[in-house]
Nanobody, 123 residues
Framework: VQLQASGGGLVQAGGSLRLSCAASERTFTNNHMAWFRQAPGKEREFVAAISWVAGGTYYADSVKGRFTISRDNAKKTVYLQMNSLIPEDTAVYSC?????????????????WGQGTLVTVSS
């Protein structure tokens, strides 16, 4: 498994969760990392991305100010800290890797995908 997401669960609205994505050397090194989510009956949606160098980040408007993406290059792990969760955040969250820092919102631009982890936010 090249990308493995974990940390999902059930949380009440207003709560927090931290997702982790452990990567293999091949999928992590020199790649930019991102989180996507897919709610039931909806298309996959970009959440956040972080660059390989300098820690540049990019967020979807819907999560800006509430979610924080980070990476630990030594551990080959990317994180998504989710605060002030709302029911609309309920989805399966997946991590992905790409060598290109462009068109980050488009799933087709990513070379590697991991299995998702389910986040459920109750009202």
């Amino acid at each position: 498994v090249q990308l493995q997401a974990s940390g999902g669960g059930l949380v009440q609205a207003g709560g927090s969760l931290r997702l982790s994505c452990a990567a293999s050397e091949r999928t992590f090194t020199n790649n930019h990392m991102a989180w996507f989510r897919q709610a039931p009956g909806k298309e996959r949606e970009f959440v956040a991305a972080i660059s390989w160098v300098a820690g540049g980040t990019y967020y979807a408007d819907s999560v800006k100010g509430r979610f924080t993406i980070s990476r630990d290059n030594a551990k080959k792990t990317v994180y998504l800290q989710m605060n002030s969760l709302i029911p609309e955040d309920t989805a399966v969250y997946s991590c992905a890797a790409t060598s290109r820092w462009s068109r980050l919102k488009f799933p087709s631009e990513y070379d590697y995908w991991g299995q998702g982890t389910l986040v459920t936010v109750s009202s």
